[in-house]
């Protein structure tokens, strides 16, 4: 038996599907809205005695699981990436995990109480976590990306340009990503720390470490190399820090 579609029905069929988007995009609009509201993000790394791997399975097995009963999820588990000895960026080693934890604004308490459980495992031998609100981020809680090669860049700006920076990062996204093939997974801002700057943290994926490589040809999707010039003249001196990492998938 044979369908097909006339004329006469795919025109009443597209009709549909033009109304259903933007009922779609502002659904999408309106969860990420409800994240950066509502949650807080911890981003602690483990230094270990054993692999990332090992440590992970242990992780999930005894702490992880009852930490989402307490209100926290489990946003991103990092771990390490292979990349050239010359990359232009450090990385996570071999021995440690980085791990990141949507929590309620009401269930900060909870942070501690992650870290001392974290700390309590015996292969364990330290803990650093940062707390960081989150300014960006079009999946909500999830990661809309798959294994592979991760930049965590840390750029920090004056109070006064923090906005134009985020402006500039959003307007150059929108052709830079489809362009080059990239996912920005979120830009978050740390908590805390100096008052006059902030430090923003830029969680980027691409297909591949060659796929990194290309996007530093500036003179390709010029309409993003300019902002991103405009950008990066706004850095305080000397920050920009990355790392690279992998993604251990759920």
Not at 29 to 50: G, K, M, N, P, R
Not at 198 to 227: G, H
Not at 239 to 245: D, Y
Request: net charge negative; hydrophobic share 45%.
């Amino acid at each position: 038996m044979k369908f097909s579609l006339g004329t006469s029905s795919i025109r009443p069929l597209l009709a549909l599907i033009c109304c259903l988007l933007p009922a779609i995009a502002y659904a999408q609009a309106s969860s990420q809205a409800t994240v950066l509201q509502s949650h807080i993000f911890s981003y602690s790394i483990l230094d270990t005695e054993l692999d990332s791997v090992a440590l992970l399975a242990m992780v999930r097995n005894d702490i992880l699981s009852e930490q989402a009963l307490n209100g926290g999820v489990v946003y991103a588990t990092w771990v390490v990436a292979k990349k050239p000895v010359d990359a232009p960026f450090a990385g996570l080693a071999e021995n440690q995990l980085g791990l990141m934890v949507a929590w309620p604004k009401d269930q900060l308490q909870q942070v501690d109480v992650l870290s001392e459980a974290l700390q309590s495992i015996d292969a364990v031998t330290t803990v650093t976590s940062r707390l960081f609100e989150a300014i960006y981020l079009p999946a909500g809680l999830s990661v809309p990306t798959k294994a592979g090669f991760y930049v965590h860049r840390e750029e920090k700006y004056t109070l006064e340009h923090v906005d134009d920076a985020v402006r500039l990062s959003k307007e150059a996204w929108k052709t830079w990503q489809p362009y080059w093939g990239t996912t920005v997974i979120g830009l978050f801002r740390e908590m805390g720390g100096v008052t006059n700057v902030a430090n923003l943290n830029r969680i980027v994926w691409y297909p591949s470490y060659d796929a990194w490589l290309d996007t530093r040809n500036f003179a390709e999707d010029k309409a993003s190399a300019i902002r991103f010039r405009q950008r990066r003249e706004m850095l305080v001196p000397g920050s920009g820090i990355a790392i690279a990492t992998d993604r251990m998938l759920p």
